[in-house]
């Protein structure tokens, strides 16, 4: 069992930077992939990135591509989600999920349904 805990959202101003980071509890997370998703209000839960946490390969949705990078620090259990130029589309509350694998060339999926376990988010407003 694996426990997630985001922070780091806020309101902030198109063009601004914020790093969420994601908390893991119960187990490393040198055995999982974590991705972040992001979800808007009427909108579907969407892909954001993703890591390999044994490996820390990475992959991106190709919408935030270049302006987001996602890292991990096993040793403090974390992963972080660095989001630059921020703009007002980026809005939503933001999720990271782990999946457990033990295949260090897996970088995640953008299925969300893939993932074994969720945090329960953090809000991300970008105004204009």
């Known amino acids: 069992q694996v426990q997630l805990v985001e922070s780091g959202g806020g309101l902030v101003q198109a063009g601004d930077s914020l790093r969420l980071s994601c908390a893991a509890s119960?187990?490393?997370?040198?055995?999982?992939?974590v991705g972040w998703f992001r979800q808007a209000p009427g909108k579907e839960r969407e892909f954001v990135a993703s890591?390999?946490?044994?490996?820390?390969?990475?992959y991106y949705a190709a919408s935030v591509k270049g302006r987001f990078t996602i890292s991990r620090d096993n040793a403090k259990n974390m992963v972080y989600l660095q989001m630059n130029s921020l703009k007002p589309e980026d809005t939503a509350a933001y999720y990271c999920?782990?999946?457990?694998?033990?295949?260090?060339?897996?970088?995640?999926?953008?299925?969300?349904?893939?993932?074994?376990?969720w945090g329960r988010g953090t809000q991300v407003t970008v105004s204009s």
């Open positions: 999920a782990a999946e457990e694998t033990d295949n260090s060339d897996y970088v995640g999926t953008k299925r969300w349904y893939e993932y074994d376990y």
């Open positions: 890591i390999n946490c044994r490996s820390g390969s990475t």
């Open positions: 119960g187990r490393t997370f040198s055995s999982y992939a």
